[in-house]
């Protein structure tokens, strides 16, 4: 098992400047990345560098289904071995609902060692009743769940209305955060322009429908959406599609370890000016 408790080598030397970030295990500042094929050895080998800083671990869209078994079984275990959830994609569990395969999908699941399972309907259309027996049928087997609002089709603008209410809905039914469309490429989707910039108008009528923002997973796998949202909303905030090459680089603008957040988490002038007089 993990050992998170291990202090680190400038744990007693530096504080970092922005404050108060989460450890493990945590419900708020979680971090969710897609791994789209990484081997074993590389998976532990980050692990060691890195399973600290990571709470879920997606195998995007129908990966899953290529791996050898045995190999899938492996990778499952390491991933509950460093205490994170791990789940297949939610584009799979589409395709199994489309087949008429829900409940084998979910039982073969559990008896890989799978951990959450993610509902969406970002390229099929779910009826209100068909998502939340999705979410019902996992958890009935112990799954976390996750839940997914908008579509991947970039002609399909977000409708506020329904977003809000399928937020409302899912959390009804039980699941642990709501993830927010972002895809892998973090452009022109949800909140995202075709440049990866997140449009203020469209972030802010999702904003204003969420009672409790704490619940809200971004998919932001750009570095400038990852910081724009940390300055916004904090440390804590909850980020999803990081690549497994940047959980470290997150892990420092999440702490303001890096310019891009030091500069606001930096005192005025004047304050610095008086730390080193020491007064």
């Known amino acids: 098992m993990a ?29 969710m990345v897609i791994d789209k094929g990484l081997g074993i050895t590389q998976t532990r080998d980050l692990f060691d560098l890195a399973g600290r800083y990571v709470d879920y671990w997606k195998l995007p869209f129908g990966t899953a289904h290529f791996y050898p078994t045995e190999i899938l079984k492996k990778k499952i275990a390491l991933c509950r071995a460093y205490d994170m959830d791990v789940y297949p994609g939610g584009t799979y569990l589409e395709v199994a609902i489309v087949q008429g395969a829900l409940e084998r999908f979910l039982d073969r699941s559990a008896e890989l060692g799978f951990t959450a399972i993610e509902v969406s309907d970002g390229t099929v259309t779910l009826a209100p009743l068909e998502r939340r027996n999705a979410i019902t ?3 009935s087997r112990g799954f976390k769940v996750v839940s997914e609002v908008g579509k991947k089709d970039t002609q399909q603008k977000l409708v506020y209305q329904q977003v809000h209410r399928e937020i409302e809905e899912d959390l009804a039914a039980g699941v642990s955060h709501i993830i927010v469309e972002g895809r892998e490429s973090g452009t022109n989707v949800g909140i995202y322009n075709d440049k990866g910039a997140i449009q203020e108008d469209e972030l802010t009528k999702i904003v204003n429908g969420v009672k409790d923002l704490s619940v809200i997973l971004w998919e932001a796998p750009l570095k400038t959406q990852q910081e724009e949202l940390i300055v916004r909303f904090g440390p804590n905030v909850n980020l999803g599609n990081i690549p497994t090459g940047e959980i470290i680089a997150l892990e420092a603008l999440r702490n303001g370890l890096r310019a891009d957040t030091l500069k606001n988490a930096m005192p005025d002038e004047s304050a610095r000016d008086r730390g080193r007089m020491g007064s």
């Open 3 to 31: 050992n998170w408790s291990q202090e680190g080598p400038y744990e007693r030397y530096i504080n970092p400047p922005m404050a108060g970030r989460t450890a493990k295990p945590r419900t708020s500042g979680v971090t």
């Open 137 to 139: 049928q996992a958890r």
